[in-house]
């Protein structure tokens, strides 16, 4: 008879994916879709608008439902994970920003899973909060409203959030987006960190040089899988004329890629 392999071995993967398919009404956005995502992996999905990486999200976070096919996080259906495995980011563009809530009434948020509705916290809790806080680098702003932090603590604010329940699988929709290129760099930074620390993380960007330089791990997308890999080889012009369409350089430079927008497309390597 086979061993049975736990949820937790590094064999089993994070997110398993078994032709899936995606649909709003008439609008099919992907097709019988397979994909596996290994444990411990720290992975980017990059594609163009309207491609299907937001739907992707909501269908391993459970929140839409598959038209056809399973989805299973670390071999379960995703229906029957235990509340808490999943931490989720949204896209910030989505947050209302007047709502009248504190940093530290935000990251607490993450705590009302599985129906809970009490609403004050334990001191165990308040100290849980502080210490992660405190790790995020947004301990000196806990009780400021949620309007008046600058981008980057708002995005560590809905980071806490997400990770306030010690979840296996971190999940990001666009964590790049809408603030500066240092606080980009420190938030795919500190997400290394947390993926070292035995989180898998999976986000989406549109940001192919963040992904060069930060991921170890990408998912080229366009309503289904184009090709996934290390950024070193999955960033040719094949593979991003395939997701994108046209219209892309790649200088190689010593080991680093940089990808820019043109016309026409080219390809210069400059170490052949
Ligand atoms: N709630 C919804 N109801 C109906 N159609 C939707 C909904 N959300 C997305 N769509 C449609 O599904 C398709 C994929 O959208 P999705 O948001 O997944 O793309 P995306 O790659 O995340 O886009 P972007 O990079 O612009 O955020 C699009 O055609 C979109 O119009």
Known sequence: MPATLHSDSPLVPAVKLIDVTARYDQNVVFNDLCLEIAAGQFAGIVGPTACGKSTLLKIILG??????????????????????TIGYVPQLGSVDWN??????????MGLYTNGRIWPWLSKQERACIRDLAHRLGVD????????????????RTFLARALINNPKLLILDEPTSGVDIKTQHEVLHLLGDINSGGITILLTTHDLNAVASHLPWVICF???MVAQGRPNTIFTNEILTKTYGGDIVIVKSEGHLL??????????????
């Open 63 to 84: 929140i839409h439902a598959v038209s056809a096919g399973q989805v299973e996080l670390y071999s379960y259906p995703v229906d029957k994970v235990r509340p808490g």
């Open 99 to 108: 709502f009248p809530v504190t940093v530290e009434e935000v990251i607490s």
């Open 140 to 155: 000196d702003c806990l009780q400021n409203h949620i309007s008046d932090i600058s981008g980057g603590q708002r995005q």
């Open 222 to 224: 366009n309503r289904g």
């Open 259 to 272: 990808i820019a927008n043109s016309t026409p497309l080219n390809f210069i390597d400059e170490h052949p």
